[in-house]
C-alpha cells in the first residue's frame, strides 16, 4: 500500500536501493522531520500534486494549532489510536488528499505527530527550493531605508544562480548593534569586529 511505501521510504532512508527510488528535493533537510519530508516530497512528486500537498500541509499546520486538537495530539498520555482518530476526523472535515492521510498515518504509528510542525517546515523549505526562491534573512541594529534595501538587494541577487529568486526577511533586533548578520545559503555576511570575536 502507499501507506507501507512511505513507511519504507523513511526507514530505509539510508539504503542505495532508497536512494535511487527517491525523487530527491533540490535540498536537503537534515533531521527526523526532514527525512519524513523527503519521502513526502517523493511521493508527490511521483503522483504530480506537489502543489495540492503544499497547501495541504498549510492546513495541517493550522489544524496543529488548533487548541483543542494541539491538546490531545501533542499530549503523550493519550494513546496513539485516539490521536489518529481525532486528527483523521479533522482530516477528513478538511477534505486532504491520501498523501497527507497517509503521511499523518506514518507519523502516528511511529509516534511522531509531535513532529508534524517539523515535517510541513521542512517541506515548505524544499518546495521553495523546488521554485528557485533563495530566502534569506538579513538582522540589523535598525530598520533598513528604502535605499539601504534596494542597495543590499543588488547585493545578495549577485550570489544567485540563473532562475534563481531572492526572497528577503528583514529582522530588527535592536540591541544588536554593529551587526549585520544575512544568511543566504552557506554566506555568513558580518562586520570585521563581530567576526573576530
Do not use: W
Not at 505527530?113 to 523549505?125: C, H, P, Q, S, Y
Request: proline share 4%; net charge positive.
Amino acid at each position: 500500500s502507499f501507506i507501507i511505501s512511505i513507511l519504507f521510504q523513511v526507514r530505509q532512508f539510508s539504503t542505495s536501493v532508497l536512494r535511487q527510488a527517491l525523487i530527491r528535493p533540490p535540498i536537503d533537510v537534515y533531521g527526523v522531520g526532514g527525512r519524513y519530508a523527503t519521502a513526502l516530497f517523493s511521493a508527490a512528486s511521483k503522483q504530480k500534486k506537489l502543489e495540492q500537498v503544499e497547501k495541504e500541509m498549510r492546513t495541517l499546520s493550522a489544524l496543529i494549532k488548533d487548541p483543542k486538537l494541539s491538546s490531545i495530539v501533542m499530549n503523550p498520555h493519550v494513546k496513539r489510536s485516539l490521536k489518529l482518530k481525532f486528527f483523521g476526523d479533522a482530516m477528513t472535515k478538511a477534505n486532504l488528499s491520501p498523501i497527507s492521510v497517509n503521511l499523518i498515518t506514518v507519523l502516528a504509528d511511529n509516534g511522531r505527530l509531535t513532529l508534524t510542525a517539523d515535517v510541513v517546515g521542512a517541506f515548505a523549505k524544499m518546495m521553495s527550493a523546488h521554485r528557485g526562491e533563495v530566502i534569506c534573512t538579513v538582522t540589523t541594529a535598525h530598520p533598513l531605508d528604502e535605499a539601504n534595501l534596494a542597495e543590499l538587494k543588488v547585493a545578495l541577487n549577485g550570489f544567485l544562480a540563473k532562475g534563481e529568486t531572492l526572497i528577503l526577511e528583514t529582522k530588527v533586533r535592536p540591541y544588536s548593534i554593529r551587526v549585520l548578520v544575512g544568511t543566504i545559503r552557506i554566506y555568513l555576511l558580518s562586520t570585521p569586529g563581530m567576526a573576530r570575536r
